[in-house]
């Protein structure tokens, strides 16, 4: 898979449900990026990740775990609760992107003080 490396924009909330509402793949593949950097509601932001990690794409899946980790880098804040049980269902069934994902399991674990995946840690 080829990156494409593009500017992301912070999005209105408007913009957002737009997003959401067409429901296309390469624009839902950015919105985590965005939610997670920029929007100033933390638990909003999660709960779209949440949500993007049900989406049939897997570039999508990987993406919005990749937002958790951006949450945790700009906010400092993730319910472990609800996000540890899909990261770690990504992190074993989603093999197109694994790497992107134990990326972001680092970067959660190292601004959240977690260990996630502690077992995964030898392939990575």
């Given at each position: 898979?080829?990156?494409?490396?593009?500017?992301?924009?912070?999005?209105?909330?408007?913009?957002?449900?737009?997003?959401?509402e067409r429901g296309d793949p390469?624009?839902?593949?950015?919105?985590?990026?965005?939610?997670?950097?920029?929007?100033?509601?933390?638990?909003?932001?999660?709960?779209?990740?949440?949500?993007?990690?049900?989406?049939?794409?897997?570039?999508?899946?990987?993406?919005?775990?990749?937002?958790?980790?951006?949450?945790?880098?700009?906010?400092?804040?993730?319910?472990?609760?609800?996000?540890?049980?899909?990261?770690?269902?990504?992190?074993?069934?989603n093999r197109l992107n694994r790497?992107?994902?134990?990326?972001?399991?680092?970067?959660?674990?190292?601004?959240?003080?977690?260990?996630?995946?502690?077992?995964?840690?030898?392939?990575?």
């Open positions: 898979m080829q990156r494409i490396y593009v500017d992301i924009d912070a999005l209105s909330d408007r913009e957002i449900r737009e997003i959401l390469g624009e839902l593949r950015l919105l985590p990026f965005s939610v997670g950097m920029y929007h100033r509601n933390w638990k909003y932001a999660q709960r779209i990740c949440l949500d993007l990690t049900q989406h049939e794409d897997a570039n999508v899946r990987a993406n919005a775990v990749f937002g958790f980790a951006h949450i945790a880098r700009t906010k400092g804040c993730l319910d472990k609760r609800l996000v540890k049980p899909v990261i770690l269902r990504e992190l074993r069934e790497g992107m994902i134990k990326d972001a399991i680092g970067d959660i674990n190292l601004f959240m003080k977690w260990d996630l995946a502690r077992k995964h840690r030898k392939d990575y």
